[in-house]
Nanobody
Framework: QVQLVESGGGLVQAGGSLRLSCAASGRTFSTNAMGWFRQAPGKEREFVATINSSGGSTSYTTSVRGRFAISRDNARNTVSLQMNSLKPEDTAVYYC?????????????????WGQGTQVTVSS
């Protein structure tokens, strides 16, 4: 079983940066593709970024492409999301997720394990 814990959320001004981290507890981390999703109040959970098990392939939703960067460190069982040029519309609870396969995926139903989420608020 994989347990995930997000950290790094907070309040930042528009144009600022924030780095989210996800610590994974599980012996299979290096075989799990990982993803970041977000959910704003009253809206459905939205895909943000994903990375394959080795870290060699990534994918992003159009709205964050060029601003966000996902990375992982399999030696430390962590995955991160560097968020730059933040906008108020990025405000949401951000969730880290793990998939039971090595290839990345862009839909929530393709992930099997989820963290509790961390709040990111971007003020204008």
């Amino acid at each position: 079983q994989v347990q995930l814990v997000e950290s790094g959320g907070g309040l930042v001004q528009a144009g600022g940066s924030l780095r989210l981290s996800c610590a994974a507890s599980g012996r299979t981390f290096s075989t799990n593709a990982m993803g970041w999703f977000r959910q704003a109040p009253g809206k459905e959970r939205e895909f943000v970024a994903t990375i394959n098990s080795s870290g060699g392939s990534t994918s992003y939703t159009t709205s964050v492409r060029g601003r966000f960067a996902i990375s992982r460190d399999n030696a430390r069982n962590t995955v991160s999301l560097q968020m730059n040029s933040l906008k108020p519309e990025d405000t949401a609870v951000y969730y880290c997720a793990a998939r039971s396969f090595g290839s990345w995926a862009t839909t929530a139903r393709q992930y099997d394990y989820w963290g509790q989420g961390t709040q990111v608020t971007v003020s204008s």
